[in-house]
């Protein structure tokens, strides 16, 4: 099967600092990954979509120096949310398209909590 | 506008009984695909089943299968046999032909399955 990681899993962090989470296929390589928020009880909004080797195209309404998305390579995909604050605390997500089947694999996803 | 449309928030079944979940989509290309994923509590989305606009068939993958109706635009889930462990919330999105291969989902339904 086709296999996406996130890590960590969990954070909570003081406001005002920066985390990042890091997105990889295991098994496969991914010709695109997504990052998608997730707020309790509510469906999945699409943040951003990253290629390797080029920049992100962001969703509007998506700050693009809140949220930097770095695709270094076809299995590593990383967003960093910088100055975070507690309104940034969420579920985020992040799928890998492996380019032969139509669906995305998604990650386990992360909790960021900032307090 | 609301690309896809959940309208049930929740749905009871018991175990065992056949349930259909609703999905109408909203789409001027004529190339597009239609996805259901189920986030149980822990939060991953577990891919389930694929229906391509060009699709005559509909797809079945084991219990589940997707009623697409083409002309209605409507993309049910009928889920057969229902288990326990089949309690979740379930999610359909929809890839339209120009997005760059990224999903919109739907709202969800959260389903409970009772003995």
């Known amino acids: 099967g086709a296999v996406v990681s996130q890590h960590p899993s969990r954070v909570i962090c003081k406001s005002g600092t920066s985390v990042k989470i890091e997105c990889r296929s295991l098994?496969?390589?991914?010709?695109?990954m997504f990052w998608y928020r997730q707020f309790p009880k509510q469906s999945l909004m699409l943040m951003a979509t990253s290629n390797e080797g080029s920049k992100a195209t962001y969703e509007q309404g998506v700050e693009k120096d809140k949220f930097l998305i770095n695709h270094a390579s076809l299995t590593l995909s990383t967003l960093t949310v910088t100055s975070a604050h507690p309104e940034d605390s969420s579920f985020y997500i992040c799928s890998a398209r492996r380019g032969d089947v139509p669906e995305q694999f998604f990650g386990p996803g992360t909790r960021l909590t900032v307090l | 506008a609301q690309k896809i449309t959940q309208t049930q928030p929740g749905m009871f079944v018991q175990e065992k009984e056949a349930v259909t979940l609703d999905c109408t989509y909203d789409t001027s290309d004529q190339s597009y695909g239609l996805f259901w994923y189920k986030q149980p509590s822990s939060g991953e989305m577990i891919f389930l089943i694929y229906?391509?606009?060009?699709?005559?068939q509909n797809a079945t993958e084991g219990r589940y299968s997707l009623n697409f109706q083409k002309a209605r635009k409507s993309a049910n889930l009928v889920i057969s046999a229902s288990q326990l462990g089949d309690s979740a919330m379930y999610f359909c999105a929809m890839r339209e032909g120009n997005s760059g291969y990224a999903l919109n989902f739907g709202k969800g339904t959260s389903l409970l399955v009772t003995p």
């Open positions: 229906q391509g606009s060009y699709d005559e």
């Open positions: 098994d496969f390589q991914a010709t695109t």
